[in-house]
């Protein structure tokens, strides 16, 4: 393929144009006879045609590239590499796509925008981190990314080259790189070195940073920082070094240019009363001599207090200010750095100083002397400032800034100078000084920055000046030119390098590509005889000047081609350097290459006060240059010479072109878009100048000269398998398909190479490819229309004739229709005819009917309302006259009655009062007698008593029991009465004494038998009529006294009420408290002998030899169920029980608890007496029950019956007060548990007497009623005596277990005697809060009291438990010795007992075992909390959690907590709480990288959070539990901090479960939602023109992810978060929260990475991600998670899918706006303008489209906030929020898994 071909008839290319260098033009006519014809648009858009005459082919313009490769992110991927292309290529970007950023090969170039852009903020540094340089859009970022990533990989050292003039941005762009390095480099050293390198930047912009006509900000110096890592990549340090600062700045500034910006700083805090003592404020202090470009003095005009005008070195450009910059807010910012940086504010102050004494040092006037001699007047305040603030001699330095001394042999001289030459040397100190402080700065920065290792590796910025020419260019442009002559020597051999390296990489044949070298001019500047040679040599010189060094350049340098002389000049000379030919001016060279100060100078600031400048000058740094020089235009030779700045600085060019050349180096190249400093306005004047000057277009040249385009085989295929046939296609063999492929296109072999994996391209045939394929796309287009035109019209003519015989034949049906219709309307008029006149005959009829109707209907109504209205009033006047009557009947029995009630009513006043006198006398005689009766009573009580003896002397029992019962009765209701009348309870004490001093008296009396039996008779019936008379009289008596009382009742009120009642209750509580110790002494030796009788009944079956069923005792306690009430109480009222309970038959169906037992075991059975069997009945023992015991029970009954009439009483008197009502419930609660004993004791009872009857027939059952047969041989004799000395024996083991167990007995009395004082004092206490209705003392101490004996009660069930188990031994233990002795023969031991036989044929009771009720708590041992901690939490692993009940562990440790609530430890539950936090946090942070752990103790954390909730007590959280769950609520602990506690554990869990979500699905992102092509046949491959990244390193993932497989194995990881977050229990709402949090984070990556890379916006591109986003939302359907709202969170990047779709016209404006409502202004904007169409089928975005949107959606962005962001922020967090989820689970329902091995916890 010839260049020819390419030139035809509508050919795009490039002309020249003197403004806009190159402008677009259009063949005509096809290229030939070497004349080309273009058409177009000249500045005012008029069409112009010319013709160009061209010699021959090279000369031919240039050709434009193909739309589609026009706003590529890779200058180097356009098919046409030339000047044109690469200009227009960035004004599209960088003008329509706002685009700053552009790849050129290896080099990122940066066009200043002159605006804010939102896209260097921690989203975007995320964004890039971990992509290769060419995967994103260009960015600075990218080249750093690639820098940090070759420094990890390779472990070289890395350096990245920021260049560019003025203006263009280089500074800013140093700055960014260094904080994407700060940002990823993850160091958490305590010197936050970071930080510190940030904060370096404000200070060196101060200092070294300055206005000039091209930049606000423009850097006076270059710079090199070195960021110093450790192994691990993060910074550890920094070194900076500086070159070349431009201190000529310092004393004099062009037009509209400043000084430094520190001095303006100064003064602009001065301004504001800040830092007086510098004296900036004094307004007459400060004149200027000199302005402009003078150097002699002028009169200073009139200063303004504490202006920079009031300076003659701040004035000169007569540019103080820059818009938009306040410099006092920048002073601030310095300080500030400053500080961070380790200089103090003494330290500052002096620096401050020195930059004062400068501007002070510049407003001396000199003055001119006597012939040439100079002066300073002695009035110069100035210049005693300068000596104030600089801590120097006044005198000193005015004699040495007017003179100068010169050293001739051993002679020393002191000259006076000139008014110019103490002008340049005062000018000269102030640059030195500044020097100095700027050195010094610099200096203890990098001491702040240097690390205390020895760095592992580090990353160079270079922030340098770029090439500058000037009308007129000095010293600094020739030092500045010079340098980037080096570094773009440098860079041409690093590109030309990796060209080459890319050729042999890919095994391809290549030529020497050769490039511009610029050697030769370096040579020129540097090497012998050169330019700085003879400029060194001049300076050495006594009398050399600039002209004559000048002069030596015309005649040494014209041997070099780079080097010329103007020709009208011969103060200047020209060189020839890469970029351009630069004139320099001679003046200054010589003088600024020396950079004198004079030495007497230097020793005055030595000399000085302030330890700053005295350091300044007297500290030689290594490697600076001495300070003693001498300043001597005309003198004599120096003995001391230093290096001149010229050598100085080619010294540390070459050091650092070293370093450069020892690290692998990244390039950026600046770009200043304009000289006005417009936003996005592209001068393509300039910026042709700047891309020749930095390079970029060397680097095109150098890709042109040999392959530029370069496809791997894959996307080459995709994009051209439109140009060969299917019989071509080797789906195995792509290469060779691709060889085919071209083959048939380009023919000669020399525009392209086949590599290893990929082809290579000369310029141009892509784009020559492109239109191969465009046009057999178009010849398949005319094709496909061909046939698609033939069958629309063939289609079309079949419709028309269809349509024609469709309408014949409806015609004719409509006309056929039309006839028949016209009949049947001729038919149907007649019959309307005849049906209306029949009609309207009828109407007639039927309205005469009517009328004649309606008159009669009138008439006979007016006539029937006549007839009723006279009927209504004769009824109305009857009723008036019955009414009328029957008031005055009834008004005269009115009268009538009235007057008999009022004469009733006397007459029964005087009958009632009569009455009630006589009522009086008969009560008054009631008294009488019941006081005579009081000493009969007393006798009758005497007398029952002797009877009683005498009935024991002569062994009635049954007569002496008779009466007794009925004595009792009696004395019970003689008792009842006495008490009724006397309103006392004090009568039952007396009553008892007197029965203890009755029965002394009868046992004294018991000879007097017959006495007491006839006395007994005759007292029984007097007793008998007494009582019936005393009764008749207590009744009548006891009516009236019931009407009295509720009158008084009604007078006293409630306050007498509660006291009577409290005196009753105190005393029945005493009398209570007597009786129950009497009635326990008695019942315990009967329980220590009803053991001997089990011992006996064990050894008699023993000797029987009958086997027996056994069952043993229950330890069950049901101390649960009587939860409710202190355990005191029920202790107590268990020891009430009246009944005999066996021990051998308590087994499975004993409701014993364990405190009943324990009072059981502790009764005194002292009082009970053994009496030996009767006579005639061996087999049978009876026991006397004792009479006090019968009355006891009587007494009990009978207090119990007054204590319960009392409650009632007092609840009913108190009906409003809640704490009684409670207390009445608990205590009507114990009575039915005490009752309930009481019955069980009675079965009991009939067990044991059944047992006894067993016993008794024992002998009749085994040989009837011959028992002596058994002794017949007289055997048993024999035996009784072998045995005795058995039985002995064992009577003393006996006795010695007996005496183990009274000593157990006695502390069990003295437990017993402990508890029953806590008793009373709780009663007292119940009492005192009963009977108080507002309660003087708080409720809490009722609660806290109970609670204390609660958990007394619990610690002394354990020892009660151990004690019982003690006992049963010792139980056992005698029935074994008693059988011993049964079966030995020696009978019944002395102590044991029998019980009374029952009826045989009585059946035996049934006892079952009750259910246990658990009050859902767990006790454990203080001691082994750390042990329940690491079995619950360090050692339970997710694998045994999941076989377990969601949430056990948060169950046990509540269970646990409610336990140490229950008992009321605060220092138990503090404890319990705080291993609990510890012990999840330390879990948590071992296991961090552990998914299922994490979301383990999430579910754990929430759950123990929510049981906080649901039993705190708070109404809140208690509308769902039950009653049980209400009741096992926390009683003394508000555990609410420890709550907050929890939920911020479960937030810093719930965002690591988060992070470990993120961190799985983040590499999965990009190719399941971006990458991923599931739709066959659309392709979404770029457009073309692809070139990879020449030096980039390729990002090699740990587990590439192949996108065809991404989107299933995103979807996997989704399923398996679900399920396993489901596993564990998480509650559903978090879950909801936990997925829209990770749908978000895909949203925000996906959509940041579509918003960086432009090859992904395209149409086919948006269809796939759309696609690939519906499995999303339909897994989200799956899982029942749309509802919720997590799909929501997708919504932007389904929008930038639906953008990218979107038709783009102006109609479509305002339903794009209304579709992107979640994508911001600038997102929609970017995804417009990063939108390429897939081929030249498709249109591009128009700019006015993309401006309508912008100005539609201003309306918007003026409502929100985050419209400037760009990228999404992908550490966004929605708020966290734990709804309150109660468990419906019962806490006594849960059990312990035998797997945990907690046996120290005891379910309670």
């Not at 006519?29 to 005012?44: E, L, P, R």
């Not at 000199?290 to 002028?298: A, I, K, T, V």
């Not at 006798?939 to 062994?955: D, N, R, W, Y």
């Amino acid at each position: 393929m010839s260049v020819r071909e390419l030139y035809v008839k509508g050919a795009r290319v490039w002309i020249p144009d003197p403004d806009q260098v190159w402008r677009c033009a259009e063949l005509t006519k096809d290229y030939k006879n070497n004349i080309v014809a273009v058409v177009y648009d000249d500045a005012q858009g008029v069409e112009r045609t010319e013709d160009l005459v061209v010699k021959n082919d090279e000369e031919l313009p240039p050709l434009r590239n193909p739309d589609i490769l026009i706003g590529e992110n890779d200058l180097t991927s356009l098919s046409y590499l030339h000047e044109p292309a690469v200009l227009y290529n960035l004004q599209v970007r960088f003008c329509n796509q706002n685009a700053i950023y552009t790849y050129c090969g290896i080099v990122l170039v940066a066009i200043n925008p002159y605006d804010e852009m939102p896209i260097y903020g921690p989203d975007t540094i995320s964004a890039y981190r971990g992509h290769s340089m060419g995967d994103l859009d260009p960015h600075i970022f990218a080249v750093a990314e690639e820098a940090f990533t070759q420094m990890e990989r390779e472990n070289k050292d890395q350096s990245i080259i920021v260049s560019g003039e003025s203006g263009a941005g280089k500074t800013v762009s140093a700055k960014y790189a260094m904080r994407y390095f700060a940002t990823i480099s993850g160091s958490d050293s305590e010197t936050q070195i970071e930080k510190k390198i940030l904060a370096s930047n404000p200070i060196m912009e101060a200092i070294g940073n300055a206005k000039t006509t091209r930049n606000d900000n423009s850097s006076r110096f270059g710079k090199y920082i070195e960021l110093d890592f450790t192994p691990s990549y993060s910074i550890m340090g920094a070194n900076m070094r500086t070159y070349l600062l431009e201190k000529s700045r310092v004393v004099f500034q062009a037009p509209d240019e400043r000084n430094y910006h520190i001095f303006y700083q100064l003064c602009s805090a001065a301004e504001q009363g800040k830092l007086p003592h510098l004296k900036l404020r004094k307004p007459m202090r400060f004149h200027y001599l000199n302005q402009g470009l003078q150097e002699g003095p002028m009169v200073a005009s009139k200063p303004r207090k504490g202006h920079q005008d009031n300076f003659h070195y701040l004035k000169q450009g007569s540019s103080p200010h820059i818009d938009g910059v306040d410099d006092a807010e920048d002073f601030i910012e310095t300080c500030k750095a400053f500080s961070l940086l380790g200089i103090n504010e003494g330290m500052q102050e002096q620096i401050f100083r020195i930059l004062a004494g400068i501007l002070h040092l510049g407003n001396v006037v000199l003055e001119e002397g006597n012939g040439d001699s100079s002066a300073i007047s002695t009035g110069d305040k100035s210049l005693k400032t300068v000596s104030e603030l600089l801590g120097i001699d006044l005198e000193d330095i005015r004699k040495w800034l007017c003179n100068r001394k010169i050293v001739s042999g051993r002679e020393v001289f002191t000259k006076p100078m000139t008014l110019t030459e103490a002008v340049f040397s005062r000018d000269a100190l102030s640059k030195h000084i500044y020097a100095k402080l700027f050195d010094w700065i610099v200096t203890q920065i990098n001491k702040c920055f240097a690390a205390k290792a020895k760095p592992y590796r580090f990353i160079g910025v270079l922030d340098i000046y770029g090439f500058e020419t000037f009308e007129i260019n000095s010293f600094e442009q020739f030092c500045i030119n010079y340098a980037n002559e080096k570094l773009q020597q440098q860079f041409n051999q690093h590109v030309f390098k990796l060209e080459q390296e890319e050729y042999v990489k890919e095994q391809i044949e290549w030529e020497f590509i050769n490039f511009y070298d610029n050697q030769p001019c370096i040579d020129l500047i540097e090497s012998k005889l050169g330019i700085l040679d003879l400029l060194d040599e001049e300076c050495r010189m006594p009398r050399g000047s600039d002209q004559s060094w000048v002069e030596k350049l015309y005649d040494k340098c014209k041997k070099w081609e780079h080097f010329s002389k103007p020709r009208l000049s011969n103060t200047s000379f020209l060189i020839a350097h890469f970029a351009d030919k630069v004139g320099y001016e001679c003046a200054g060279f010589l003088e600024k290459n020396r950079d004198t100060v004079s030495e007497e100078q230097i020793n005055i600031l030595k000399s000085s006060q302030i330890a700053l400048v005295h350091s300044l000058f007297t500290e030689k740094e290594k490697g600076a240059p001495p300070t003693k020089v001498k300043v001597l235009p005309t003198g004599s030779k120096s003995k001391q010479m230093k290096k001149t700045v010229g050598s100085q600085f080619r010294d540390s060019l070459n050091l650092l072109m070293m370093t450069l050349n020892s690290t692998t180096p990244h390039y950026v190249r600046c770009i200043k878009p304009n000289d006005e400093k417009m936003a996005f306005t592209f001068d393509p004047t300039r910026a042709i100048q700047q891309l020749r000057a930095c390079g970029v277009l060397e680097t095109v040249r150098i890709s042109a000269a040999g392959y530029p385009s370069r496809w791997t085989y894959n996307e080459f295929f995709c994009r051209y398998r439109v140009l060969c046939n299917s019989k071509d296609i080797k789906r195995n063999d792509m290469r060779l398909t691709c060889e085919k492929i071209i083959g048939n296109m380009i023919n000669d072999e020399d525009k392209f190479k086949f590599g290893r994996t990929k082809i290579f391209f000369r310029a141009g045939q892509v784009a020559y490819m492109e239109k191969l394929r465009a046009d057999r796309l178009s010849a398949c287009g005319v094709m496909i229309q061909k046939h698609v035109r033939m069958f629309l019209h063939r289609n079309r003519y079949r419709t028309m004739r269809k349509a024609a015989v469709t309408i014949q034949k409806y015609t004719r049906g409509l006309k056929a229709r039309r006839h028949v219709h016209h009949i049947r309307r001729t038919a149907a008029a007649i019959k309307i005819q005849a049906a209306i006149r029949g009609w309207v005959k009828r109407v007639q009829y039927k309205r005469l009917v009517y009328t004649v109707t309606q008159l009669q209907a009138h008439a006979r109504g007016a006539w029937a309302r006549e007839k009723y209205q006279h009927m209504r009033r004769v009824r109305a006047a009857i009723i008036i006259q019955k009414n009328v009557r029957m008031w005055q009947a009834v008004y005269h029995y009115k009268m009538a009655m009235r007057g008999m009630i009022t004469l009733q009513g006397l007459v029964r006043c005087f009958l009632a009062k009569k009455q009630l006198k006589k009522l009086k006398i008969e009560a008054r005689s009631v008294e009488h007698q019941r006081k005579l009766n009081k000493g009969l009573e007393n006798k009758i009580i005497s007398l029952q008593q002797k009877l009683t003896e005498a009935k024991l002397e002569v062994g009635n029992v049954k007569t002496y029991k008779e009466e007794i019962v009925t004595l009792k009765e009696q004395l019970s209701e003689m008792k009842g009465v006495e008490t009724q009348l006397k309103n006392s309870s004090n009568r039952v004490s007396e009553l008892e004494a007197m029965v203890a001093k009755l029965t002394q008296e009868v046992e004294a009396e018991r000879g007097e038998k017959m006495d007491v039996l006839s006395e007994k008779e005759r007292a029984e019936k007097e007793n008998r009529e007494l009582v019936e008379k005393l009764n008749a009289e207590n009744a009548k008596l006891t009516e009236e006294l019931m009407n009295a009382k509720k009158e008084e009742a009604k007078k006293e009120g409630e306050e007498l009420l509660k006291r009577k009642y409290e005196a009753e209750k105190q005393q029945m509580i005493m009398e209570y408290s007597e009786e129950k110790s009497s009635y326990q002494r008695l019942l315990k030796e009967f329980n220590r002998l009803e053991q001997k009788n089990e011992q006996l009944e064990e050894q008699m079956a023993k000797m029987t030899g009958g086997n027996s069923h056994k069952r043993t005792a229950s330890n069950v306690s049901n101390l649960s169920g009587a939860s409710d009430a202190p355990t005191e109480l029920v202790r107590d009222d268990a020891s009430e029980f009246n009944s005999i309970i066996v021990d051998d038959d308590v087994g499975y169906g004993s409701v014993r608890s364990r405190a009943s037992e324990a009072s059981d075991n502790s009764r005194n059975l002292e009082s009970i007496d053994w009496g030996s069997p009767q006579k005639g009945d061996t087999s049978e023992i009876r026991i006397p029950v004792p009479e006090k015991l019968q009355e006891l029970e009587m007494e009990n009954a009978k207090l119990k019956d007054d204590l319960n009439r009392l409650r009632k009483s007092i609840a009913d008197s108190e009906p409003q007060n809640n704490r009684i009502q409670e207390f009445m419930k608990q205590f009507e609660a114990l009575q039915d548990e005490l009752e309930r004993r009481r019955e069980e004791c009675i079965q009991l009872r009939t067990v044991l007497a059944n047992r006894a009857h067993d016993l008794r027939s024992l002998t009749q059952s085994s040989y009837g009623k011959d028992v002596d047969i058994v002794n017949e041989d007289g055997e048993l004799a024999i035996a009784y005596q072998t045995q005795k000395q058995v039985n002995r024996q064992l009577e003393d083991e006996l006795k010695s277990e007996k005496q183990r167990h009274r000593e157990a007995e006695t502390e069990y009395k003295s437990e017993l005697d402990r508890l029953r004082r806590d008793n009373d004092r709780q009663q007292k206490l119940l009492a005192q809060n009963l009977t108080k209705g507002g309660g003087s003392q708080p409720e809490t101490l009722l609660q806290s009291e109970i609670m204390r004996l609660t958990s007394e009660n619990l610690n002394l069930q354990g020892q009660v438990d151990n004690l019982t188990e003690q006992l049963k031994k010792y139980k056992r233990s005698l029935k074994a010795y008693a059988k011993k002795i049964k079966e030995s023969g020696g009978g019944d031991p002395p102590d044991l007992l029998d019980v009374a036989a029952t009826t045989e044929g009585e059946a035996m009771p049934v006892i079952r075992k009750k259910e246990r009720d658990y009050m859902g708590m767990f006790e454990y041992d203080r001691r082994e909390e750390m042990q329940i901690i690491r079995v619950l939490i360090y050692e339970l692993k997710p694998r045994v959690a999941v076989t377990f009940l969601p949430g056990l562990p948060a169950y046990i440790l509540f269970m646990c907590i409610r336990h140490t609530d229950h008992i009321n430890d605060d220092e138990k539950v503090r404890s319990l709480l705080n291993n609990i936090v510890n012990g999840v946090k330390r879990v948590i942070k071992k296991r961090h990288e552990d998914l299922d752990s994490t979301v383990l103790w999430l579910s754990n954390t929430l759950r123990l959070l929510h049981n906080l909730k649901q039993y705190s007590g708070d109404k809140a959280f208690q509308a769902e539990n039950t009653v049980k769950q209400n009741e096992q609520s926390l009683k003394n602990f508000d555990l609410s901090e420890y709550r907050q506690v929890l939920s911020d554990i479960a937030v810093w869990i719930y965002n690591g479960v988060i992070k470990l979500m993120e961190e799985k699905v983040q590499p999965l992102i990009v190719p399941s939602i971006l990458e991923h092509e599931a739709i066959a046949g659309l392709s979404g491959n770029k457009p073309g023109g692809m070139r990879g990244r020449a030096g980039s390193v390729a990002r090699e993932l740990e587990s590439p992810v192949e996108p065809q497989k991404a989107l299933d194995l995103l979807l996997k990881e989704m399923t398996q978060f679900y399920r396993t977050l489901a596993m564990f229990g998480t509650d559903p709402e978090l879950i909801t929260q936990v997925f829209r949090q990770i749908f978000y984070f895909i949203c925000a990556g996906s959509l940041n990475n579509l918003l960086l890379r432009k090859d992904m916006c395209h149409w086919s591109k948006g269809m796939q991600i759309r696609y690939n986003l519906s499995h999303l939302e339909q897994w989200t359907r799956d899982m029942r998670l749309h509802e919720a709202g997590v799909t929501d969170t997708l919504a932007p990047i389904i929008q930038a899918a639906q953008l990218l779709q979107a038709r783009k016209t102006d109609d479509d404006v305002n339903s794009i706006c209304d579709m992107c409502d979640k994508l911001s202004v600038s997102q929609i904007i970017k995804i417009l303008n990063l939108y390429t169409p897939a081929d030249e089928f498709e249109e591009r975005v128009p700019i006015s489209f993309i401006h309508k949107i912008q100005n539609k959606l201003q309306e918007r962005a003026e409502g929100e906030q985050a419209q400037a962001t760009l990228l999404m922020n992908t550490k966004f967090a929605f708020p966290v929020r734990f709804p309150f989820n109660p468990s419906s689970i019962h806490l006594e329902d849960i059990e312990l898994p035998e797997s945990l091995n907690l046996v120290m916890l005891k379910k309670v």
